[in-house]
T-cell receptor, first 114, second 113 residues
Framework: NAGVMQNPRHLVRRRGQEARLRCSPMKGHSHVYWYRQLPEEGLKFMVYLQKENIIDESGMPKERFSAEFPKEGPSILRIQQVVRGDSAAYFC????????????FGPGTRLTVL | AQSVTQLDSQVPVFEEAPVELRCNYSSSVSVYLFWYVQYPNQGLQLLLKYLSGSTLVKGINGFEAEFNKSQTSFHLRKPSVHISDTAEYFCAVSLDYGQNFVFGPGTRLSVLP
């Protein structure tokens, strides 16, 4: 059973471009979470999704950021018009139905905005 | 709102020595508590968690943590560390059974030969 997969592992974008980060949860997991880790800081919760539904987006910036978890395919975190302050590691986690207390984390995507 | 404090940003310790990584939290309601470990260039792995019951929780790799409600602490301990324990350790709290974690800033444990 493969773990949580994220791609790309490293992403470089220039200011103003779009960044699309993908997360494939573990097999059988229907809950996906996105976190952002700024340098020298802990992870900050961004958004919690189930298939085709956003359950909690209280940690998402109000502008430029969006997330989806379609019925088929990976979850996508999309950042439009990136700025230097978006440079961070973005981690995805997944959990099975009824077990949201145990989240399995992917290796992360390191976004660098030039 | 909850918050998590990890007072030690870095902890160097010699191999086979004991270690304690401190975690304090603030919350006006009951919380669930977690410790995660992050090895270089990897995602987080769950070490242990406290949901209810016994305040002494045993986790993987020989780690344990004790929940102290009066001191709002959840310190992580290991009686004898190995070089392979070198990693970043994060304490986290959650109000609602695992959703919407709040993480501490992390403690970098360096085990020296």
């Amino acid at each position: 059973n493969a773990g949580v997969m994220q791609n790309p592992r490293h992403l470089v974008r220039r200011r103003g471009q779009e960044a699309r980060l993908r997360c494939s949860p573990m097999k059988g997991h229907s809950h996906v979470y996105w976190y952002r880790q700024l340098p020298e800081e802990g992870l900050k919760f961004m958004v919690y999704l189930q298939k085709e539904n956003i359950i909690d987006e209280s940690g998402m910036p109000k502008e430029r950021f969006s997330a989806e978890f379609p019925k088929e395919g990976p979850s996508i975190l999309r950042i439009q018009q990136v700025v230097r302050g978006d440079s961070a590691a973005y981690f995805c986690a997944s959990s099975p139905p009824g077990h949201t207390d145990t989240q399995y984390f992917g290796p992360g995507t390191r976004l660098t905005v030039l | 709102a909850q918050s998590v404090t990890q007072l030690d940003s870095q902890v160097p310790v010699f191999e086979e020595a004991p270690v304690e990584l401190r975690c304090n939290y603030s919350s006006s309601v009951s919380v669930y508590l977690f410790w995660y470990v992050q090895y270089p260039n990897q995602g987080l792995q769950l070490l242990l968690k406290y949901l209810s019951g016994s305040t002494l929780v045993k986790g993987i790799n020989g780690f344990e943590a004790e929940f102290n409600k009066s001191q709002t602490s959840f310190h992580l301990r290991k009686p004898s560390v190995h070089i392979s324990d070198t990693a970043e350790y994060f304490c986290a709290v959650s109000l609602d059974y695992g959703q919407n974690f709040v993480f501490g800033p992390g403690t970098r444990l360096s085990v020296l030969p």
